[in-house]
């Protein structure tokens, strides 16, 4: 039965976690401080510590209600990560040993980020670090406390008292005084019927005799307490006069206490809070003297030279002391958040003041006070200023001036995120630019021709780079992101297509363009077929290009003319060039020259159906007259003649023009004739062999040719002349134009000469000229958009 106890009571102690004060190191620390003993815990992910006082009666759970009546103040300081209880040296339940040595005996209940509950058994002695003061004022966060040397009573005289009030508080306790101790609170002129402690603690006003001293505490804004205004500073003020009757004196303590009510201010700069010198209603101006006034921070005061150097000021004047502290000055805590993405940040500091005076009674009074001070929280708005130089050809930007805790993150510009190191692996410039006063600033460069940059022609000469960008930043240690959003333009002004200036020569036309900067906007095309070196040399074309500018020669007949009014003296050749966007392959620069030629022979055959050939009659044997040659039909007469050469133009559907289909090519053919006028009586026969033929032909691609109302081909004929022979050798081998390659020199062949035909179409087609926008780039040619010419010489 016994064991069976043991046992379980050992059960018992296992399953409580009562830490030792061992595993409490790091944890929790105690801090002997001049008034009172500080217990800080470090928090740790975990939720805000509870408190139990221990003496030998027994536990105390230290709440919010009861804690500031019996000396005990809890404070979290978020900032820092601890939660901190103070207890006053006269706290409740605190070991007192003739009031220089003091013992706690406390557990800390935790629970940590898990859930998990533990306890710690803490305990400390401290010995008083200060002398007590013969009377000392502390106003803590949630209590006002005052004690008095309790060896040196008031013992009163009848002297030299001299104020009304107090006169009459101690009229009062002389009439009233018996033999157990009694107060009475003097509230604005008023005094207060005679309370016994008892009755008095029942309204919050707690006393307590230590071994040398006579205490009052009470929390703020208890009934007997009055507010006034001290100097222009609002004060709690609480007076009480303890007395009690012993044989023939009456002992009579004055406790009296005021704390400052100064929410205090920021004033942009600073925050402000004052506290009265003269801190007791009963003092006079002329009989106070100030012996030190100092401040500190989280219940320590500081050096003077400390503070100073810190920034902070400390000013009296008119009655009063002004404490400035500077925004974000060493000893507070600047906090930032982002709200409603803005970066928001607010400074707090938990001052601690004291003022050593002596009384009108020449004894030393310690005033010491506990106060919060903290700014309203004040947005920052990124500023962004356009440092872009449009020499430069990037765009820079500034963003500033954030905080130290703000770090860049990304960058997203026009849509695309890049983070720091991507952006600097493409080619952007991130700078950060430290100030001297703690803030910093970004400064990005993104170059106008960079991918990201969104580049257009915005009016006629007029060139247009657009970067919108995004700033993502994080503040430190937290995940707490917010953006910013700016865009940048920047306009390059004359910028203009590649243009073409065009000389007309005797063998063709030269083109020339000089280099300018933005020409690499543009695709330079004949027609739908983009101008590179290699295109040049197919088409026959002899093309220059180095770092000043471009020489174009196209000789004459090589593809991409366009041959118009032709008459048997000349004709003109128009040629062009086009500058087209190479995004949206918009053409906008069109480059046209027009020159004339004199003519020798040519055919063309019109997408109208339409023959135009000029022929000499004359180099073949036997030779033509040229004004009485005909066609098949014999009514159709040359329109025009010369001594050597005929220009017939006539309908492909008319004259006696024959068609036939071979290879997928509509072909169309007719003969110019010239029959010798038949002499009926001398020569008889007239041989065929005597007459002069020569075959003109058209071919179109068969697709291209619709014949329903009249002859329309979407893409102009393809033309040769020949000798005519019987119908299909005379196809067979056509008169061709040379083949491009042998079109070097200036002059164009003039003896028609037969050849094979050459393989490469573009030697025999000439595209010249395009009304559509041509999208493709693809060098075959497309019927359904292009003219096409044949070109004999
Ligand atoms: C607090 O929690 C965060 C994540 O929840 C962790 O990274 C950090 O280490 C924790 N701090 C401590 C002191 O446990
Ligand atoms: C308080 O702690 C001290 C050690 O610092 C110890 O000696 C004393 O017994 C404890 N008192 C109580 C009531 O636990
Ligand atoms: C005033 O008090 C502060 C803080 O205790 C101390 O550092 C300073 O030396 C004192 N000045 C004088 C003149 O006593
Ligand atoms: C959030 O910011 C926007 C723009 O700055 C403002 O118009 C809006 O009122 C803000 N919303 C809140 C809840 O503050
Ligand atoms: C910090 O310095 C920068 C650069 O001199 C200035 O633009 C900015 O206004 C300063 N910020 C503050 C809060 O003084
Ligand atoms: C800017 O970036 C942030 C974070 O990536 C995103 O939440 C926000 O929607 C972006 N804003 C715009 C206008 O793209
Ligand atoms: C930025 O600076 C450039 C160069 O000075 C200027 O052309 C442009 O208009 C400015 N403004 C914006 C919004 O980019
Ligand atoms: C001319 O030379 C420049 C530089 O080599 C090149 O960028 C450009 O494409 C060339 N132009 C043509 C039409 O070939």
């Known amino acids: 039965m016994y064991l069976e106890f043991s046992l379980a009571l050992f059960l018992f102690l296992l399953s409580v976690k009562v830490r030792t004060e061992e595993m409490a190191k790091g944890v929790i620390e105690l801090d002997c401080r001049e008034r009172y003993l500080a217990v800080q815990v470090h928090l740790n992910n975990g939720s805000e510590p509870h408190f139990k006082a221990i003496d030998t009666i027994g536990v105390h759970p230290i709440t919010k209600e009861y804690g500031p009546g019996c000396g005990y103040t809890y404070e979290l300081f978020c900032e820092i990560g601890i939660a901190e209880l103070k207890a006053s040296y006269f706290s409740c339940h605190t070991g007192n040993q003739g009031d220089v040595e003091f013992t706690f005996n406390f557990s800390v209940i935790m629970t940590d980020q898990h859930g998990e509950e533990a306890t710690y058994a803490v305990s400390k002695a401290c010995t008083l670090p200060l002398p007590w003061s013969p009377r000392e004022v502390i106003c803590e966060m949630d209590y006002m406390e005052v004690h008095v040397d309790g060896a040196v009573p008031h013992v009163s005289t009848g002297g030299t008292v001299m104020h009304q009030q107090w006169d009459d508080g101690i009229s009062s306790a002389y009439t009233l005084a018996s033999s157990g101790w009694q107060l009475i609170f003097l509230k604005e002129g008023q005094t207060s019927a005679d309370l016994s402690l008892d009755e008095a603690r029942e309204q919050g006003y707690r006393l307590h005799f230590t071994p040398g001293r006579v205490l009052l505490r009470m929390p703020y804004g208890k009934p007997l307490s009055h507010d006034s205004l001290v100097n222009g500073v609002p004060v709690e003020v609480v007076h009480a006069v303890l007395f009690s009757r012993q044989r023939w004196t009456v002992v009579i303590f004055d406790l009296v206490a005021a704390c400052s009510k100064d929410v205090g201010f920021f004033d942009g700069t600073s925050l402000h809070w004052q506290v009265p010198i003269v801190m007791f209603p009963l003092s006079s101006h002329t009989d106070f003297e100030t012996k030190n006034i100092s401040i500190g921070v989280h219940g320590t005061l500081l050096d003077p030279q400390v503070t100073a150097d810190r920034g902070y000021s400390l000013s009296t004047g008119k009655g009063m002391v002004d404490i400035g502290i500077p925004y974000g000055a060493e000893g507070g805590h600047r906090q930032s958040f982002v709200l409603n993405n803005t970066y928001w940040e607010f400074?707090?500091?938990?001052?601690?003041?004291?003022?050593?005076?002596?009384?009108?009674?020449?004894?030393?009074?310690?005033?010491?006070?506990?106060?919060?001070?903290?700014?309203?929280?004040?947005?920052?708005?990124?500023?962004?200023?356009?440092?872009?130089?449009?020499?430069?050809?990037?765009?820079?930007?500034?963003?500033?001036?954030?905080?130290?805790?703000?770090?860049?993150?990304?960058?997203?510009?026009?849509?695309?995120?890049?983070?720091?190191?991507?952006?600097?692996?493409h080619g952007y410039t991130i700078v950060k630019a430290p100030h001297a006063n703690g803030t910093h600033a970004y400064i990005i460069k993104v170059p106008f021709e960079d991918p990201m940059v969104l580049k257009s022609y915005f009016t006629e000469g007029v060139l247009q780079y657009l970067l919108s960008v995004n700033f993502t930043f994080n503040i430190m240690l937290q995940e707490n992101y917010f953006f910013h959003l700016t865009s940048l333009k920047a306009r390059i002004h004359d910028v203009y297509p590649p243009s073409f200036s065009g000389l007309c020569q005797e063998h063709g036309i030269v083109f020339k363009l000089a280099h300018e900067e933005f020409h690499h906007m543009w695709d330079i095309t004949i027609g739908n077929n983009l101008l590179t070196e290699q295109y040049a040399v197919r088409q026959g074309y002899l093309m220059a290009n180095d770092s000043q500018g471009i020489l174009l020669d196209v000789p004459l007949f090589t593809p991409g003319y366009l041959y118009e009014d032709i008459n048997l003296n000349q004709f003109f050749g128009t040629f062009e060039i086009l500058s087209r966007d190479a995004k949206t392959l918009e053409i906008q620069q069109h480059s046209v020259k027009r020159c004339p030629f004199p003519t020798t022979e040519l055919i063309e055959c019109s997408t109208g159906g339409v023959m135009t050939v000029v022929a000499s009659v004359v180099k073949s044997i036997p030779k033509a007259d040229p004004q009485r040659t005909t066609l098949l039909d014999t009514t159709c007469k040359p329109k025009e003649t010369d001594e050597t050469r005929v220009l017939f133009e006539f309908d492909l559907t008319t004259c006696g023009t024959r068609m036939k289909v071979k290879n997928d090519l509509m072909i169309f053919e007719n003969t110019i004739m010239f029959e010798q006028e038949p002499f009926p009586s001398h020569r008889p026969v007239i041989t065929r062999d005597t007459t002069f033929r020569l075959a003109v032909q058209c071919s179109y691609p068969v697709e291209a040719v619709n014949m329903d109302v009249a002859f329309a081909s979407s893409v102009p004929g393809r033309g040769s002349v020949g000798e005519a022979r019987p119908y299909e050798t005379a196809l067979a081998k056509p008169i061709m134009l040379p083949a491009p390659e042998a079109v070097t020199t200036a002059s164009v062949p003039i003896t028609p000469r037969i050849k094979t035909p050459p393989t490469q179409r573009p030697a025999k087609f000439m595209r010249v000229h395009s009304h559509h926008s041509a999208k493709s780039q693809s060098s075959e040619p497309d019927y359904r958009r292009y003219k096409w010419r044949m070109i004999h010489s």
Do not use: C
């Not at 990304?410 to 692996?425: I, K, P, R, W």
């Open 347 to 425: 400074y707090l500091i938990y001052l601690y003041y004291e003022g050593v005076f002596m009384d009108s009674f020449h004894t030393e009074n310690r005033h010491r006070h506990t106060k919060v001070l903290m700014t309203q929280s004040l947005p920052h708005v990124p500023i962004t200023i356009n440092q872009t130089v449009i020499e430069e050809r990037a765009f820079t930007l500034y963003m500033g001036n954030f905080p130290s805790d703000v770090v860049l993150m990304t960058v997203t510009l026009n849509g695309h995120e890049f983070n720091l190191v991507e952006a600097t692996q």
